[in-house]
Structure formats: C-alpha cells, structure tokens
C-alpha cells in the first residue's frame, strides 16, 4: 500500500504555514504503584514533558518528548528546548511543520556530535513536531489523522510493559478492560521467563496474541539458545533479543534460527538507520517512536519504506497519554496491520489525557472527530498529580 505524502501547503486547503511565538515545556511526574522494569532499569515514577507551541495567529497545539531514562532527563530535555531548539524556530516563518523539523535538525547536526546528545536533541525536536502537527490540525478543525491523509477510525492496541513478576494477574486485568494482544518484558531469568510466557499461553489460548520484549538483554549465543524454547508459543514477534547496534550478520543469523518474527526500530534513529533495517530483509516488525525519534516529519517518510516492504508497522510507545494520541492519529492515518502499544500500568498521566483508550472495545480504541489529536491537557490538574 501507497500512504498519501504528508500534507505540505499546496496540497490542503487548510494552511499549514506556522509563525511560532511560544513554544513551552512543561515537566510531569506521578507516582508509579508498580514500578517498570526492564533489563537496563528501573522506572520507579512515571515522568512526561508536554511541549505546548502557539502561532501568531493564537492557535495552539501540544506534544510529547521521551524521557523515560534517566531518571533526570525529563528537566535535561525541557532546558534544551528552552535554550537551543526554541530559538531556532520561534519568530521565524515556515511552510509547514516539515520545514521546521528539518531547520531544527539541520542546525543542530553538529551540536549533537560536540555534545555527544544526539537522542536527547532528537527526542526534544520530535515532540515539538508532534506539537506543529497538532497545531496545524486543529486550526484545520481537523483530528489529526484526517489531515494526514487517514479515513479509518478504529485503531488496535496492545497492552504492554508486562513485568515479569506476576504477568498473568495484570494480562487477566488487561483481558477484562478489552485487550486481545499482550507483551511481556523477558530478558532477566531464561527459566522464569520460559514460565511466565508458557502461562500466558495457556490462559489465552493459541490463537492470542502474544509478544515478548528482551530490551537488548541478550548476546547472539544467548539469543540462539532461546529461541528454540520460544518457537512452540507462536510469539506475534520477539523484540529486540540483541543489541540495537548490533552487526547485521548477528540479526541474520536469529533471523535464520526462528520462525519468530524479529522487531526493533524503537531506539534507531535517522532514516538511514530505517532504511538499513528494512534493506536487512530481518525484521517481520519495525517500531518507529514518534516522541523519540522524526515526530511525524521524520517519521513518515519512513513508515512509507515500510510499508512498502511488506514489514508490519507497529509503533513503539510507552509514555503519557499525548503522546500516545499523536502515536494513535499516525497509525489510523497509516493504516495497515499494525497495532500500537499502550502501557498496561496505571499511568494518571496517560490515562487522564487519552479518554479514548479508557474504552478498549474487542481489541481496538476508537479514534472521534476532534480536532487536532483530540485532547488539550490541563496544567492546574497535572500538577496536582506530582
């Protein structure tokens, strides 16, 4: 399938050219009863940075930069929007939220290789994107999806960052709210791990699906041993068993060991990076994050390679709930087979700015016809969360 080319201002009837005169960062956290484990840390809160970016015709839009690791990169990242990225667009003009990501990009290529922060710089650039895009929908008196080219409503969801300790008890919970798909973190016992996707299995029965997520934890003789104990519980995928930057002979030869469907895509980041992944013909599942790496600019050149190359497209995404709208309106507009991941721990600073995902129906949330990603976020309220 062909996706529409992003809307540039020739091509709506709506404008998309933008005169920044704000652009904010605001820094959230809230408590976490369960704290998120992975293979490399720990999340103990749940912390979010909100960009709010307004024109100079007063319109406003929001968006979400990643900052889940480390425990302080969420105040890092709302300095760096202040002091580099702010300056750079506002008070200037632009054709479409487009041109901004890319002036933003391109003028801190170089800062990223003195600093050493390419991701950091990267992620505060895509939620000031998503932040334009929201923007420009809701002066359309669009949602968002629609003015990216999308006709479908419906948009299938996964309940994900599954702990290891006790994930049936939280699948059953999951299950009862209406999710149907389910991934589980692995990576920190082989026998406990082995065990817990074996009792997910056999309460959901063959025909669920079930995902299992390494977080990067294994080396290649690891991952090899594994994945025979994996095949017989027919994963939907297994995410990423090695590391990112691992060679491509390594991803070729798990590629070659299973009938598992490999993904990653969370943690690449440029679309060289994509391209490559794609071109290595290893991966079933390719999982961009809007918040982390392209925004919707960046991103959706890529998530046309995609789709293009016959690789599923899911979205990666576990933060609070704007951006998890934005993720939703770009999956609706894509299309195609994907699911989106929604964190299955309580999270009030995702679950009081995404209403639509309080309602999993069979599977799927159901996106309506707001404007812009279909949620404003109310300051005074958060910051009673912290």
């Known amino acids: 399938m062909k996706l529409s080319p992003l809307p540039t201002a020739t091509t709506v009837s709506s404008p998309l050219n933008l005169h920044l005169i704000s652009l904010q960062a605001f820094v959230f956290r809230c408590p976490s009863p369960v704290p998120v484990r992975t293979s490399f840390g720990i999340m103990r809160d749940r912390p979010a940075v909100f960009v709010r970016a307004e024109s100079a015709e007063g319109h406003v839009g929001w968006?979400?930069?990643?900052?889940?690791?480390?425990?302080?990169?969420?105040?890092?990242?709302?300095?760096?929007?202040?002091?580099?990225?702010?300056?750079?667009?506002?008070?200037?003009?632009?054709?479409?939220?487009?041109?901004?990501?890319?002036?933003?990009?391109?003028?801190?290529?170089?800062l990223a290789l003195q600093t050493g922060e390419p991701g950091p710089l990267a992620q505060v650039i895509s939620g000031v994107d998503l932040a334009l895009w929201d923007l420009c929908a809701r002066r359309a008196n669009l949602p968002l999806f629609r003015l990216l080219?999308?006709?479908?409503?419906?948009?299938?969801?996964?309940?994900?960052?599954?702990?290891?300790?006790?994930?049936?008890?939280?699948v059953k919970r999951k299950h009862a709210e209406g999710?149907?798909?389910?991934?589980?973190?692995?990576?920190?016992?082989?026998?406990?791990?082995?065990?817990?996707?074996?009792?997910?299995?056999?309460?959901?029965?063959?025909?669920?699906?079930?995902?299992?997520?390494?977080?990067?934890?294994?080396?290649?003789?690891?991952?090899?041993?594994m994945l025979p104990q994996l095949e017989s519980f027919n994963l939907a995928w297994l995410e990423e068993p090695l590391r990112t930057d691992s060679i491509a002979s390594q991803w070729l030869q798990l590629h070659k060991a299973t009938n598992t469907p490999l993904a990653a895509g969370e943690n690449l980041m440029g679309q060289a990076s994509f391209e490559k992944a794609i071109d290595m013909k290893t991966f079933g599942v390719l999982q961009p994050d809007f918040a982390k790496w392209g925004g919707i600019s960046g991103c959706w050149p890529v998530i046309q390679k995609i789709r293009e190359s016959g690789t599923r497209f899911c979205p990666h995404y576990l933060g609070a709930g704007i951006g998890l709208m934005a993720s939703a309106h770009v999956l609706a507009a894509a299309g195609g087979d994907g699911m989106l991941e929604v964190d299955a721990n309580d999270n009030a600073l995702r679950s009081l700015l995404a209403p639509p995902f309080a309602n999993v129906a069979n599977g799927s949330i159901e996106l309506d016809e707001t404007p812009g990603i279909g949620v404003t976020p109310d300051l005074v309220a958060l910051e009673k969360l912290i």
């Open 179 to 225: 999710y149907r798909a389910f991934k589980l973190k692995i990576g920190f016992d082989d026998k406990q791990d082995i065990e817990n996707i074996n009792s997910l299995r056999n309460w959901l029965g063959d025909q669920a699906s079930v995902m299992a997520d390494v977080n990067q934890a294994w080396r290649v003789d690891h991952a090899l041993n």
């Open 149 to 170: 080219g999308g006709t479908q409503t419906s948009v299938p969801v996964y309940a994900s960052g599954i702990n290891p300790d006790g994930p049936l008890d939280m």
């Open 63 to 110: 968006g979400e930069i990643w900052c889940n690791f480390p425990a302080c990169g969420a105040e890092h990242r709302v300095r760096l929007l202040e002091t580099v990225i702010a300056p750079l667009l506002l008070h200037k003009d632009f054709e479409d939220p487009a041109q901004a990501y890319l002036l933003a990009t391109q003028k801190t290529e170089i």
